[in-house]
T-cell receptor
């Protein structure tokens, strides 16, 4: 089975811009979750999609959004970037036995 | 919301020593998971625990799911240099049937192994 693929691995954006990150889950997994990881806050849950529907959302502003396609691939979007959005964004493909994480997208906002 | 208290925050140990770290919560979790993260990579699942009182081993790693379902510990025996990394505990609420697998993470334990 192929693992979880996240693209791109690294991104540098300017304040005010928007960004779209992509995640392809493990084949057959219908649930995709997104997490933000920063040194200060640790791993924080952003949202979760299951069969193209958002099932759960963390405590993040509306600038953070996502979607899931019929092939289970997911994207997350951050609009009007702020310096504090700099983080490692992790996607997880979920089944009955826990999450399998991708390698993440390192976003730097300058 | 739920919070996990993971301790210690960091550890420096000699190669060959045993290591112990733990997580506690004010909430009951249905599943406890232990992950390891290397720099620049996503967390990798080490051990998953599904039943209160369950003790599970994976090589030199042993983890237990507390009887109260509010705590878990991870032990690493005979540490080696490649054990270096950040270890996270995570709790998962009972599967609601609505497809939610949301995890709540501890802040991590950074392990350094001195050769």
């Amino acid at each position: 089975k192929a693992g979880v693929t996240q693209t791109p691995r690294y991104l540098i954006k300017t304040r005010g811009q928007q960004v779209t990150l992509s995640c392809s889950p493990i084949s057959g997994h219908r649930s995709v979750s997104w997490y933000q990881q920063t040194p200060g806050q640790g791993l924080q849950f952003l949202f979760e999609y299951f069969s193209e529907t958002q099932r759960n959302k963390g405590n993040f502003p509306g600038r953070f959004s996502g979607r899931q396609f019929s092939n289970s691939r997911s994207e997350m979007n951050v609009s009007t970037l702020e310096l504090g959005d700099s983080a490692l964004y992790l996607c997880a493909s979920s089944g009955d036995r826990g999450h399998t994480f991708g390698s993440g997208t390192r976003l730097t906002v300058v | 919301g739920q919070q996990l208290n993971q301790s210690p925050q960091s550890m420096f140990i000699q190669e060959g020593e045993d290591v112990s770290m733990n997580c506690t919560s004010s909430s009951i979790f249905n599943t406890w998971l232990w992950y390891k993260q290397d720099p620049g990579e996503g967390p990798v699942l080490l051990i998953a625990l599904y039943k209160a009182g369950e003790l599970t081993s994976n090589g030199r790693l042993t983890a237990q799911f507390g009887i109260t379902r509010k705590d878990s510990f991870l032990n690493i025996s005979a540490s080696i240099p490649s054990d270096v990394g950040i270890y996270f505990c995570a709790g998962q609420l009972p599967y609601s049937g609505a497809g939610s697998y949301q995890l709540t993470f501890g802040k991590g334990t950074k392990l350094s192994v001195i050769p």
